[in-house]
Antibody, heavy 121, light 107 residues
């Protein structure tokens, strides 16, 4: 059974940093691109970042987080990360990690339960 | 960037009704579209991909259609467990974008 579990959310002041983790099991982690998607309160879904697989760790980001967020993966630990720096109030959201259907197939067939990030003073 | 426009933003329907949600892309995306269902407090669930392929385990009352810029998700006979918010997402390159969502509510 595919499982994804996000941790690391919490309350942080504007300008602060937070690192989210997503521990996965039930599939060959190193073979699948992975992504982060967020859902701000009362708003819809927003794709945040993607990282490649199979040795191609190419990364992509939505413009609003470029230069502030860094996605990475530790394949031996089956864990995905999102390092978030210079946080802003508008980054407040539930952050989901999700698994790609397959390489090059940019839709997400398994999701974690989400972790809440609140940026407030 | 490709913009995804969903309509309606909400729809009230009864159990057994046929419901259709539409999604329009700001440029031609061929069949590179996915649909998700999300219930309050839960993660999204993949329903359809490449516009009309049903994800494993999803009931056959869900169907997808369209190509180019205009797409639709149809629920042929609404069931109580289908009351949720539905999102489209283009898969035609980065940045990936979602529609704003369509909330299907009980009439």
């Amino acid at each position: 059974e595919v499982q994804l579990l996000e941790t690391g959310g919490g309350l942080v002041q504007p300008g602060g940093s937070l690192r989210l983790s997503c521990a996965v099991s039930g599939f060959p982690f190193n073979s699948y691109p992975m992504t982060w998607v967020r859902e701000a309160p009362g708003r819809g879904l927003e794709w945040v970042s993607t990282i490649g697989s199979g040795g191609d760790d190419t990364t992509h980001y939505v413009d609003s987080v470029k230069g502030r967020f860094t996605i990475s993966r530790d394949n031996p630990k089956n864990t995905l990360y999102l390092q978030m720096n210079s946080l802003r109030a508008e980054d407040t959201a539930v952050y989901y990690c999700a698994k790609y259907y397959g390489p090059g197939r940019r839709w997400f067939d398994s999701w974690g339960q989400g972790t809440l990030v609140t940026v407030s003073s | 960037d490709i913009q995804m426009t969903q309509s309606p933003s909400s729809v009230s329907a009864s159990v057994g009704d046929r419901v259709t949600i539409t999604c329009r892309a700001s440029q031609d995306i061929s069949n590179r579209l996915a649909w998700y269902q999300q219930k309050p407090g839960k993660a999204p669930k993949l329903l359809m991909y490449v516009a009309s392929s049903l994800q494993s385990g999803v009931p056959s009352r869900f169907s997808g259609s369209g190509s180019g810029t205009d797409f639709a998700l149809t629920i042929s006979s609404l069931q109580p467990e289908d009351f949720a918010t539905y999102y489209c997402q283009h898969t035609n390159g980065f940045p990936l974008t979602f529609g704003a969502g369509t909330k299907v509510e009980i009439k």
